[in-house]
């Protein structure tokens, strides 16, 4: 298979906020401040307590969603030169080849440590932090089921 890849902005942060809430550390601490937030809430409606732990937990709360939708997104997007290239991807049972103008790369199957699937990407991982996004805008449906099977097969689905 061959795919020309490029990236659209708009698109490409929301894949990036994907990759950022499909994270177990991430979606941990939304979970324990949100249950703290709500602890708070009904301890001030019934009056145990003042209204600066409410505050607090919502300031906290505030913070964390604007880091996570806004700031980490657009910081990755900014940083990598990589969203605003465009580039041919062969695909076939040996690994990807990436290439563009200015070169080249190879990645076997086992370079791959899991994937999934957003909306607009297949989401591609080396390691915890180490990614590749897919864009799916210029694939179509028999191609991306094609891949799909290919992925099952290669790669552990997460």
């Not at 490409?12 to 950022?20: K, V």
């Not at 499909?22 to 937030?37: D, G, P, Q, R, T």
């Not at 607009?120 to 694939?139: A, G, V």
Request: positive net charge.
């Amino acid at each position: 298979m061959q795919l020309p890849i490029s990236y659209t902005k708009n698109k490409t942060i929301q894949g990036l906020r994907y990759h950022f809430f499909s994270k177990k550390e991430i979606k941990a601490l939304l979970i324990i401040v949100n249950v703290f937030a709500i602890i708070a809430a009904i301890l001030f409606y019934s009056n145990k307590i003042r209204p600066e732990p409410l505050l607090l937990f919502s300031c906290i709360w505030m913070i964390m969603m604007i880091s996570v939708w806004f700031i980490l997104p657009y910081s990755i997007y900014k940083q990598s030169t990589t969203f605003n290239e465009s580039f041919i991807l062969f695909i076939n049972e040996s690994g990807l080849r990436l290439d563009n103008e200015r070169g080249y790369v190879n990645w076997a199957w086992n370079t791959f440590s899991k994937y999934f699937e957003s909306p607009n990407f297949i989401h591609l991982y080396f390691d915890e932090k180490s990614f590749f996004l897919i864009p799916k805008d210029n694939i179509d449906n028999e191609i991306l089921e094609n891949l799909r099977e290919l992925l099952k097969r290669k790669i552990e689905f997460n």
